[in-house]
């Protein structure tokens, strides 16, 4: 299932994307698209049931916003350096063990939100990313096949990253990924059942319509279920939890003289192999 959350920020409503396209109102169904609901198997069992039957109401989606496809974000947490084209990039060793950091979950917007750049930003830098929201709790899992079974779905995430405040203004990377709307999501959460293999999808991200990623999940360092699988014995995994699981080659810092970071008037579009596509405009803050 293709699962969404529509309308202005705040106040958006549960929807569902069906086979033909069309747009479907859960409201009349759940309250949301959250931890509650992914951690539901009957819940989303009668959300399956009745998008099969063709019962739920469309939706006119003319000038509808896109909120994220999860609310009540528990947290987010990435993970840095986990492809070898991007360690290779940026002249990095592939770490031993998964890079991690914390993004708040007010960061998260909808895909197609204003970003702002920004105030005494002059590194503000993109990266596509594969998200992973979790649909079980998960702690101290065993195996990488535990990890994947604890996946609800997948999404597209947007870890937006100011590389000044990150590496150049000492302390953790958490003062270069925090800023206000860093973390668009969405379009939707793709349950993971129709995502057969999340190590082959093909990932790409353009900057005002040039192509500047064009990767593959089949990069990575560390694969999904490793991911979660590791993360669970650090810390509590929760249904609606998000995982951003690190970015291909292809980003501005990555980039020769002068590099070409993000400015206000920019506009970047990204997108996933059957996860949907991203538009922002960049304003600054």
């Known amino acids: 299932m293709k699962l969404l959350r529509v309308g202005t920020a705040g106040a958006e409503r549960p929807a569902l994307l069906d086979a033909e396209g069309i747009l479907r109102d859960l409201s ?4 949301d698209i959250d931890g509650a609901l992914l951690a539901d198997e009957e819940a989303l069992g009668r959300i399956r049931a009745a998008a099969g039957s063709g019962e739920l109401p469309a939706l006119d989606a003319t000038g509808l916003r ?3 496809p999860v609310g009540r974000i528990g947290k987010v947490v990435c993970i840095g350096l986990n492809y070898h084209d991007h360690a290779r990039e940026t002249g990095a060793e592939p770490p031993a063990e998964p890079v991690l950091f914390l993004k708040a979950p007010d960061t ?3 895909p197609n939100d204003t970003v702002l750049v920004p105030r005494g930003s002059v590194k503000t830098d993109w990266e596509v990313e594969l998200a992973v929201v979790i649909g079980r709790t998960a702690r101290y899992l065993d195996s990488a096949e535990e990890g994947l079974a604890h ?14 405040f990150q590496i150049e203004r000492g302390g953790t990377w958490d003062k270069g990924k925090n800023c206000e709307t860093f973390n668009p999501l969405g379009p939707w959460l793709v349950t993971a059942d129709e995502i057969a293999d999340p190590q082959d999808l093909s990932m790409k991200l353009w900057v005002n319509g040039e192509l500047k990623q064009d990767g593959t999940t089949a990069e990575q360092i560390f694969p999904v279920g490793e991911v979660v699988r590791y993360l669970s014995h650090f810390m509590t995994l929760y249904p609606g939890d998000v995982v951003n699981t690190g970015t291909p080659a292809g980003v501005a810092m990555g980039a020769p003289e002068p ?4 400015r206000a008037g920019d506009v970047v579009e990204l997108e996933i192999a059957g996860l949907g596509r991203q538009r922002q405009e960049l304003k600054d803050a």
């Open 151 to 164: 996946v609800a779905g997948y999404a597209v995430a947007h870890d937006v990253s100011e590389r000044e």
């Open 259 to 262: 590099k070409p970071y993000l």
């Open 28 to 31: 009349g169904l759940v309250d």
């Open 108 to 110: 998260v917007v909808g």
């Open 66 to 68: 896109i909120g994220p």
